[in-house]
């Protein structure tokens, strides 16, 4: 007998769909965590030493592949979302959560558009870079608006493989020597790189928008256990691609950057910077095609925030209210849910024209520092307890690894907590 349309395998999923097609959340989170400053921070790593660190790389994906299936794991076997499992823990989630969301959306809008801005301004040298960076969160917004899930996943889709082709082919150009990059799997810590090896384990793949996966995973229509083993494919896949990716920006900072002993900026302007090395090197093209690559992974963060961070938030807000789990406005096209992306996209051009107040940076910062120790400690508590069938709660190997996640996070937030009370008071 033929399978309807509205049958289902038994991992959950339409059997009428395409294998191919069951992969889709875990791309989303990957590629909207990996944006400007995190690929900045791998090729600054790369240009300082070498391929010395590509172990850091692996290191930070099975990171995030543990915190990431987590998250899908807890929304899958409990049909709730994370927030209300936060929710379960006691009110100090919510007056953490609170204020980290709402500072963090000013801040990052600001951040985002001038990632787009600066190249998108680098290809079209008219207007200017904050003109560049508003048209692409107006363009974010008329993506998202609607909530529909569908058309949000295939725009992702499409800037992830323009911007996993764009950076292969700039690693390919640097003809990278395959048995150093091998050597770099072993770990080694080169004087003075531990905070580099924080910062690249904690970089590749997202902060916030990590356990914005659950949201994605229901959007995608997995909200049973039958779904877990396809949210775990998703989930390793999307890491092996994102790994992948960051190695080939490893291989453009160590070949392009350390042989030659070019240092960039740690902004987003080294980015462009680095374009214009592979323009000298290689010929405007490749200059031109790599910029466009890192317009697509601004973009793709910016796009992927601007739909995963305002589910969060209309959970969060919806359920401060008390409204019903599937309340119209704890939902995706809801008023809260368009109240954020409204906040994302507007109120930061002033933070774009005026700079960034220094107490809004410190907040930014401290809140920034908290939220990955947060998700590792709340993801511990939550999977080791009845809130969640024992059939799914955490085996030992997964409780190690969260542990891990908890302390280095830790350690990179203190880092990251100096460094913003220093930046802040110009220390």
Same mark, same amino acid.
């Given at each position: 007998m033929a399978t309807s349309a509205s049958e289902t395998t038994s991992d959950g999923t339409d059997a009428s769909e395409p294998r191919f097609r069951l992969v889709g959340p875990g791309l989303i989170v990957a590629a909207t965590g990996v944006g400007a400053a995190d690929l900045v921070a791998t090729m600054v790593a790369g240009s300082r030493y070498g391929y010395a660190l590509l172990w850091a790389v692996v290191l930070g994906c099975v990171m995030k592949v543990v915190l990431v299936e987590g998250a899908g794991r807890y929304s899958l076997a409990t049909g709730r979302t994370i927030f209300e499992g936060w929710q379960s823990l006691g009110r100090w989630t919510t007056?953490?959560?609170?204020?980290?969301?709402?500072?963090?959306?000013?801040?990052?809008?600001a951040a985002a558009m001038a990632g787009t801005g600066l190249a998108l301004y680098s290809l079209f040298p008219v207007m200017g870079v904050t003109a560049w960076g508003v048209l692409s969160a107006v363009l974010g917004l008329a993506v998202v608006w609607t909530g529909r899930y569908v058309p949000f996943e295939r725009v992702l889709s499409g800037l992830v493989l323009l911007m996993f082709v764009t950076m292969v082919l700039a690693a390919a150009l640097t003809a990278p020597n395959l048995g150093e990059i091998v050597t770099g799997i072993v770990p080694l810590l080169p004087e003075g790189s531990t905070i580099y090896v924080l910062s690249l384990a904690g970089g590749v793949g997202g902060t916030? @928008?990590?356990?914005?996966?659950g949201y994605w995973v229901r959007e995608k229509g997995w909200r049973s256990p039958a779904a877990m083993r396809? *949210?775990?494919?998703d989930n390793a896949t999307a890491y092996v691609v994102t790994g992948l990716f960051v190695i080939a920006t490893l291989v453009v900072g160590a070949e392009l950057l350390y042989s030659a002993g070019i240092a960039v900026e740690s902004g987003d302007e080294g980015l462009v910077q680095i374009g214009d090395v592979l323009a000298e090197r290689y010929g405007q093209a490749a200059g031109t095609v790599f910029v466009v690559g890192f317009w697509a992974a601004a973009m793709s963060s910016l796009v992927g925030v601007w739909n995963?961070?305002?589910? *969060?938030?209309?959970?969060?807000?919806?359920?401060v209210r008390g409204l019903a789990?599937?309340?119209?406005?704890?939902?995706?096209?809801?008023r809260y849910y368009k109240a954020y992306i409204l906040w994302l996209t507007f109120p930061p051009v002033v933070l774009m024209l005026l700079g960034r107040p220094v107490y809004l940076i410190l907040a930014y910062g401290v809140l920034g520092a908290l939220f990955m120790p947060f998700l590792a400690v709340t993801l511990l508590w939550i999977l080791n307890s009845d809130r969640v069938?024992?059939?799914?709660?955490?085996?030992?190997? @997964?409780?190690? =690894? =969260?542990?891990?996640?908890a302390v280095a996070f830790l350690v990179l937030g203190a880092n990251e907590f100096v460094g913003a009370?220093?930046?802040?008071?110009g220390g």
């Open positions: 007056w953490y959560f609170g204020p980290y969301i709402v500072v963090w959306g000013f801040v990052y809008g916030i @928008t990590l356990a914005a996966y396809v *949210m775990r494919l995963g961070v305002s589910l *969060m938030f209309a959970d969060f807000a919806g359920g789990p599937d309340h119209a406005d704890r939902l995706a096209g809801g069938p024992q059939r799914w709660r955490n085996k030992p190997v @997964t409780n190690v =690894l =969260l542990g891990l996640c009370v220093q930046r802040a008071f």
